[in-house]
């Protein structure tokens, strides 16, 4: 968090309100400690992939054996939340989908805020021909609505016959790839401000070279919003995600994800008669995203303060 | 503003070109077609049926076609169904109007008041309440909470009907046929209000907060005028000023349909129309479908920039 690398914060009237604050970035987290319901959503994130990712290790039903015994069970105290048509634990499962469903959410966020914050920087600091054109791709992809594209994407994967055990990457490709715009305008406009401050004109004067004038000094100063949207994005993927998938056109069985693991209300009597089977992963879902964005949102407060809540 | 307006439209044009190649492209280059999908034909006939419908052309040349029928208002004949794409469209996109329309006008309401009472009640328990609920509806999956409710609502309790517009061999008429239809929109749009509000609301706070500091507001405290006019006189409207631009953006939801909602309540909307040629790989639709909301969007954002300027003229337009 290279926050402090600006020499602007005056270390003077934060040593009197705070003694022991040495950077800015201390005061932050300090002051993110005192938001409680940030960090209770923080908490909540953190059990969420502990369980997901370590969950299973400890379920006796992890090898996803089919018993034919045990089919479609309702939840007991062996099946805490009953067993799907094959006979196989549904709370493993939905352990095992978290896990896809966490990862294709946070690598498409990663993706997506590295190539919006590249082009959204290189726009802004370039201007010109340059910032015309990544600004007018990124115009287009923003006019022709996202759901239908992400559609059309799922459909050509399924017409290319990618192997289901690949579609997870491409899935979290097409979701970088898709939201990247929408950040990289953000970025851009950021961008456009911070060049006209005084310390750019210092290093100006310095005679620094571009390279290091965009990464070591435009870059860092963009951080703190970075990391609030990419907190907020990974939400939004694991939404998008869940619904690609749900329509059967995002990663596909077996392959678990909580989207696809609802597609099982799409059968009338797994909707009707089996609602284990389909209500844990929505609930799953939805309580990820918005610990997610509540923690997002305590983050924004304190690193970003100049956007309104 | 002239000059402003006719740079824009110029410049909205060259995107919707734009646009429609890269949708057009995408179509097209998706292996199968209508006519791949269905096993009955030989293949002499096959290769016949792309003959008529004019998919044995070159890329470049179908696209040609479809831009040169579009101008002519044109958007092709859908292949499922056998009819003219605008005219499927205008048979459906009035029941997507019909969902929108109430659920946007509810949303905006319940958004206002929520948000006008929170703001003014900054960090009470009511506001700490809302602020929960706000990112509870942010958060929920469309399609999962349209699920869910079906189950407990429709299913289990009986009170609404689970999906559809009307009750399966109803011959309704007058009075009937709207409390029919009332009856069956009720869900969809308490789940369409539900997923929309979360976000506005907090606009509404956010935006009634920043105005509640100003110092006009203040003055007119200070001139003894009662809370309830400094509230909804003076504060109120400053800060649904900006929620104009909105207005223009909730352009491509009120006609182009919600794909999620429709499927998931078996809604005889655009939406649900989409989704069902999907499946058939009916392009003239898809294509069709794709670009008007590519337009809606385009035309929403031009709308807001205006909006924002008619009603703000501090904002400069350049």
């Known amino acids: 968090m290279a926050i402090n690398s600006t020499p602007m914060t005056d270390a003077v009237p934060a040593a009197t309100t705070t003694p022991k604050s040495s950077s800015l970035f201390k ?11 940030a960090i209770f959503g923080l908490v909540v994130v953190v059990i969420m992939f502990i369980a997901c990712f370590l969950g299973p290790v400890f379920s006796p039903y992890a090898d996803n054996k089919i018993h034919m015994n045990v089919m479609n069970k309702a939840p007991s105290m062996k099946h805490w939340l009953g067993t799907d048509a094959l006979g196989r634990d549904v709370l493993t499962r939905v352990l095992q989908a978290g896990r896809i469903s966490l990862t294709v959410g946070l690598a498409s966020m990663f993706l997506s805020v590295f190539i919006g914050a590249l082009l959204g920087a290189i726009a802004g600091y370039y201007r010109g021909i340059v910032d015309q054109i990544i600004m007018r791709i990124a115009d287009l992809l923003l006019t022709i609505p996202g759901l239908p594209l992400l559609f059309i994407f799922g459909a050509l994967l399924s017409e290319w016959k990618v192997p289901t055990n690949y579609r997870m990457y491409i899935v979290m490709l097409m979701l970088g790839l898709v939201n990247w715009p929408g950040l990289a305008r953000m970025v851009r406009g950021q961008m456009l401000s911070l060049r006209e401050r005084e310390f750019m004109q210092a290093a100006v004067v310095l005679g620094l070279r571009d390279r290091r004038k965009l990464f070591n000094h435009l870059l860092p100063n963009i951080v703190p919003l970075l990391i609030v949207i990419a907190t907020l994005n990974i939400g939004g993927s694991i939404l998008s995600e869940s619904v690609l998938s749900f ?4 990663v596909m069985p077996p392959t678990p994800t909580w989207g696809n693991m609802i597609d099982a209300a799409n059968n009338l009597i797994d909707f009707q008669e089996h609602p284990w089977l389909w209500i844990p992963p929505g609930f799953s879902i939805f309580i990820t995203v ?15 303060p100049k956007q309104k809540r | 503003m002239g000059t402003y307006l006719t740079k824009r439209i110029i410049y909205m044009i060259v995107i919707l070109f734009a646009a429609s190649f890269l949708i057009f492209s995408l179509y097209a280059l998706t292996p199968g077609d209508f006519i791949s999908s269905n096993i009955k034909l030989s293949p ?31 958007f092709g004949f859908s292949l499922a169904q056998q009819q003219p794409v605008l005219k499927l469209f205008n048979q459906y996109i009035w029941n997507s109007f019909l969902l929108a329309v109430v659920s946007t006008f509810l949303t905006w309401v319940i958004a206002v008041i929520i948000g006008v009472v929170s703001a003014y009640k900054q960090y009470s328990w009511f506001d700490t309440i809302v602020m929960v609920a706000i990112f509870a509806a942010m958060s929920i999956p469309s399609f999962f909470i349209g699920l869910f409710l079906i189950k407990i609502l429709a299913v289990d309790l009986k009170w609404l009907p689970p999906g559809g517009m009307l009750t399966t061999g109803s011959n309704a008429t007058g009075w009937a046929y709207i409390k029919e239809v009332i009856h069956h929109m009720t869900l969809p749009v308490i789940v369409m209000t539900l997923l929309g509000v979360g976000s506005l609301t907090r606009y509404f706070r956010s935006n009634m907060i920043d105005v ?10 200070a001139k003894g005028l009662k809370e309830d006019k400094v509230l909804f006189r003076h504060a109120l409207r400053n800060a649904l000023l900006p929620a104009i631009t909105l207005v223009g953006f909730e352009l491509p939801a009120l006609f182009g349909g919600s794909i999620i909602i429709e499927k998931i309540f078996n809604w005889p909307g655009i939406g649900q129309l989409y989704m069902q040629s999907f499946s058939l790989r009916d392009y003239p639709l898809l294509m069709g479908f794709t670009m008007l909301l590519a337009i809606l969007t385009v035309i929403g954002t031009l709308l807001s920039d205006v909006l924002y300027h008619i009603a703000d003229p501090r904002v400069r337009l350049h």
């Open chain 2, 212 to 221: 509640i500091k100003q110092d006009y507001i203040r003055t007119a405290r």
């Open chain 1, 247 to 250: 329509f059967g056109l995002g």
């Open chain 1, 27 to 37: 005061q932050s987290m300090r002051r993110l400690l005192h938001n409680k319901l």
């Open chain 2, 44 to 74: 002499e006939r096959k290769a016949e049926l792309r003959e008529i419908y004019g998919l044995s052309k070159p890329l470049l040349e179908r696209y040609g076609i479809w831009m040169n029928n579009v101008f002519h208002g044109d």
């Open chain 1, 290 to 304: 918005i610990a997610i964005n509540i923690f997002g949102d305590g983050l924004r407060d304190v690193l970003d």
